[in-house]
């Protein structure tokens, strides 16, 4: 379940129930069925602050929380991006009936620079475009068409680090950061 911060709280009652009885019902059916379910959650907000605020229910919190795993954003993890770059790559390559594409080292340097605010999911669409705008099998700067959102908010795992104004000729979507090492 993504962002299951944002769940209905008729949705988390539901949700509640397949995972405490194991049984479902299909929509307009009076009848339950059983499921054997595992359920992965993703939230981008702090689910105990959401308990307190009243937005989430505390027994589903209880219930959910068996493993939980804390992965910092894109941004903080400059080694996934070149990976995950090559796995999209060969995915939509895939996808679109087209060959295997490499990624240039210009476009390996547009990508390491920018500050991937949609994270993983605006990394795979940035991927997508480029492929279909690659040329002769090759994804080079040109390709790799970067979103206009400035930069995200500090994160705790930035620390001090301030962005600074992109080096001269380089593209405005690269800057540098500046700070202590994450």
Do not use: C
């Not at 929509?27 to 981008?44: P, Q």
């Not at 589903?60 to 996934?80: A, G």
């Amino acid at each position: 379940v993504g962002e299951i911060a944002e769940l209905d709280a008729r949705l988390q009652a539901k949700w509640l129930r397949a995972i405490q009885e194991r049984e479902i019902s299909r929509v307009g059916a009076n009848e339950t069925f059983k499921v054997d379910i595992r359920l992965i959650a993703t939230s981008n907000r702090n689910l105990a602050d959401q308990v307190a605020a009243g937005t989430f229910r505390e027994d589903l919190l209880f219930r959910i929380n068996v493993v939980d795993l804390k992965i910092p954003p894109l941004r903080q993890r400059p080694s996934d991006i070149v990976l995950l770059a090559q796995h999209f790559a060969i995915k939509y390559a895939r996808a679109n009936g087209l060959p295997e594409t490499t990624i240039a080292d210009d476009a390996r340097e547009r990508l390491l620079a920018h500050h991937w605010r949609g994270n993983v999911r605006e990394l795979e669409n940035t991927m997508h475009r480029a492929v279909l705008l690659a040329q002769n099998g090759i994804v080079d700067a040109d390709a790799i068409m970067l979103t206009d959102i400035g930069p995200a908010a500090p994160t705790a795992g930035l620390g001090s680090a301030q962005a600074e104004p992109a080096p001269a000729g380089a593209h405005p979507d690269i800057a540098r950061l500046s700070g202590p090492p994450v």
